[in-house]
């Protein structure tokens, strides 16, 4: 049965999310193809009428996790984003969570099409105001951007070490902890100089 241009798109696009959660609970090498469109409802053959390869969809799951973090961290304040994110709920769901924490180390052993995903919303992130409050703010200079990636890589770095201990270690929560008052402290400090 042939399907229609606008299904085959909806199925493209199920099959995306469907392995950007995979990805980020079991990292790219962790799912195969077959087990992916299975969970997308899909058969294993169908996989080549909407990509060339895994690492094509590799590529295409990270630009929709990314954009999908970022918008959903667009219009919120940044000390609770922050909050929320050095948290072990967080933590504790990969899958529904940060690509950068979930992947950041599994893309650097990836083609330069899922490096290049990856530094595109990286990119978007550090451009975009850090929350509603500064909608309306400039373009980020030189030393606002460097704080950013500071910022940016120690979250990313506090959860990605956290996940890296036993679930119900005390250094697992120790690490969120101390990042998250560090993270939090400077954020502070800033929005009040």
Known sequence: ???SKAQAQA??????ETAATLFKQRGYDGVGVAELMAAAGFTHGGFYKHFGCKSDL??????CGLTASNHAS???DPLDLLGDYLSRAHRDNPGGGCTMAAL?????RQPDSVKAAFAAGIEHRLS???????ASAKPANRQTRAQRIALMAQAIGALVMSRSCPDDSALADEILEACR????????????G
């Open 1 to 3: 049965m042939k399907v």
């Open 11 to 16: 199925n493209r696009a199920h099959i995306v």
């Open 58 to 63: 590799m590529a295409e799951a990270a630009t």
């Open 74 to 76: 667009r219009d919120r």
């Open 104 to 108: 950041c180390a599994d893309a650097a």
């Open 128 to 134: 975009a105001p850090a929350g509603a409050a500064q």
């Open 181 to 192: 008052v560090e993270v939090l402290r400077r954020v502070t400090d800033k929005k009040r």
